[in-house]
Every structure is written in C-alpha cells, then in structure tokens.
C-alpha cells in the first residue's frame, strides 16, 4: 500500500490569500507530481520533479510553485489565490523513471475552493 | 503525440452485471497502460497496469484488461458487478523519453452500479 499524504484535505480560502498545500511520502521515490483535477476532466500534470533540487512544470500552465528540497516532501505554493484556482490538487510519486513501466502513486487529494 | 479516450463519460449496470469501460489510446511509441480508480473524496488507486508479456492483465477487485495493438484499445471488464465498484474509473498512458515518463490520462468513467 503506498504511503503518500496530502494536507489539508479540504480548503476554503478567501482571494488574495497564500497558500501551501502539503504532499509527503514515506517510500523513498525519487519523482513527485502535482496535477489538477476538476470534475468530467482529464488530469493536467502542474509540477514534478525528478529528485531533490529537482523541480520542472508541467502541461498546465500554473500560476503556482513547487520546492523539492527533501526528497519526502513536494509542496505547492499559491501566492494569491483566486477562484479560477478552485479545484482538486492530486499529489503522486513514483519510483522510477525509467522507460515508463513505473507506477504513480496517489495521495487522497486536496479540494480547494477560493471564494 | 499520446492521446487517451475513454469512451462514455457515465456508465450504468445492473449488480451482478458484466462492466465494460472502454479506452483507447493513441501514441507514437508502444505505450504503458494503466487503469486507476478514484471513490469520493480519495485518490487515484492502481487497478492494473501492462507493461510488457501477456496481453491479458488481471487487477484488483476482480478487474482485468486486454491490451489490442490492433485496435489501439485497453477495455476495462469485471464479469460481474459489484456495489462497490461504483467509482470513477481512469485510463491512463505511460511513455518514457528516456530521462523519465509522462501519463496522459483519460477524462474518467463514472460507474454506476444499480441494486
């Protein structure tokens, strides 16, 4: 069973404000990712990294921020909120990055609304 | 350029039913497949996955795959249904590019399983 973390669950915040949101994983995996997930849509990759010092953007473009400096933990930082930032944020790791046969794992997501 | 298509967006069927979500996949190179599955207010969990051998891939909860080349294709079947399958279902495809891999994920399947 994997062992990834997301805080906080749910978020509701008002615009302007910042906010971190937490992923953390007990495995050792080398590569974490951020995607956004909002509802009859496919997941957009945000951010991932490779390793430690490591950060890269994704497809989506994002007004957000990552930082990798332990290799557990991968947060994501909004400056500003606003609404159009309203969504579900999935957090995943994986162990490898090899030819592709590696397998995400998932934290249970955090669901923020900005109002 | 990889692409996923999970056709119909909602699928109902009786319990005891046999499920059918279907997924096709486009990409350039031979692709990895994964099938994730999402209950309310959780994460993404591995079902299955292909990689590479037998085309025919067995998972969790009963679940099982094929991988057709031919037809660019990765159904999703159970024999038969279950209250708790009642989930949302992900299709997904993996690629390296040699320094890492992306997924590209399908819009999901919502199921619903009827008593």
């Known amino acids: 069973e994997a062992d990834i973390y997301q805080t906080p669950r749910y978020l509701v915040i008002g615009t302007g404000k910042k906010i971190t949101l937490e992923c953390s994983q007990t495995m050792g995996h080398d590569k974490m990712y951020w995607y956004q997930q909002d509802p009859g849509m496919e997941l957009h990759l945000i951010h991932y990294s490779y390793g430690v010092n490591s950060t890269e953007k994704g497809d989506l473009s994002s007004e957000s921020t990552v930082s990798r400096i332990r290799t557990e933990h991968f947060p994501l930082t909004l400056e500003s909120a606003r609404p159009s930032h309203t969504s579900q944020y999935l957090c995943?790791?994986?162990?490898?990055w090899g030819e592709g046969t590696d397998t995400q794992y998932f934290g249970p997501g955090t669901r923020l609304t900005v109002l | 350029a990889q692409s996923v298509t999970q056709l119909g967006s909602h699928v109902s069927v009786s319990e005891g039913a046999l499920v059918l979500l279907r997924c096709n996949y486009s990409s350039s190179v031979p692709p990895y497949l994964f099938w994730y599955v999402q209950y309310p207010n959780q994460g993404l969990q591995l079902l299955l996955k292909?990689?590479?051998?037998?085309?025919l891939v067995k998972g969790i909860n009963g679940f099982e795959a094929e991988f057709k080349k031919s037809e660019t294709s990765f159904h999703l079947t159970k024999p038969s249904a279950h209250m708790s399958d009642a989930a949302e279902y992900f299709c997904a495809v993996s690629v390296g590019d040699g320094t890492g891999n992306q997924f590209y994920f399908g819009t999901g399947t919502s199921l619903t399983v009827i008593p």
């Open positions: 292909y990689t590479t051998g037998a085309t």
């Open positions: 995943a790791s994986s162990e490898s």
